[in-house]
């Protein structure tokens, strides 16, 4: 697993699956989007389904979108809106 901040200048190895750390970081704060991806959502700025129809999601300065995958869409969407509401 590599993990990449929202700079995307650092970035560290860990051996460890995403599965495994969708239990360590279970709750509101964090989404798995996409196969390959997990997310803080505290730094969602923008979802958005661009014209080709692949769902994106933007966070904080990071300059590129992760993709979502269509099946993780409302998952995400729900999870955003519920962590909105806690703040």
Same mark, same amino acid.
């Given at each position: 697993?590599?993990?990449?901040? +929202?700079? @995307? +200048?650092?970035?560290? /190895?860990?051996?460890? /699956?995403?599965? *495994?750390?969708?239990?360590?970081? %279970?709750? *509101?704060? &964090?989404? #798995?989007?996409?196969? /390959?991806? !997990? !997310?803080?959502?505290?730094?969602?700025?923008?979802?958005? #389904?661009?014209? =080709? @129809?692949?769902?994106?999601?933007?966070?904080?300065?990071?300059?590129?979108? &992760?993709?979502? %995958?269509? #099946?993780? +869409? @409302?998952?995400?969407?729900?999870?955003?809106? =519920?962590?909105? /509401?806690?703040?």
């Amino acid at each position: 697993t590599i993990l990449t901040d +929202v700079t @995307g +200048v650092q970035t560290c /190895s860990l051996p460890i /699956s995403l599965k *495994a750390w969708e239990t360590v970081l %279970s709750g *509101a704060i &964090f989404c #798995r989007t996409h196969k /390959s991806t !997990i !997310i803080n959502m505290a730094r969602v700025t923008e979802l958005a #389904r661009p014209a =080709n @129809g692949i769902p994106k999601v933007f966070l904080g300065q990071h300059p590129h979108p &992760f993709k979502v %995958s269509r #099946r993780m +869409v @409302g998952h995400l969407k729900t999870t955003l809106m =519920n962590t909105k /509401s806690l703040t």
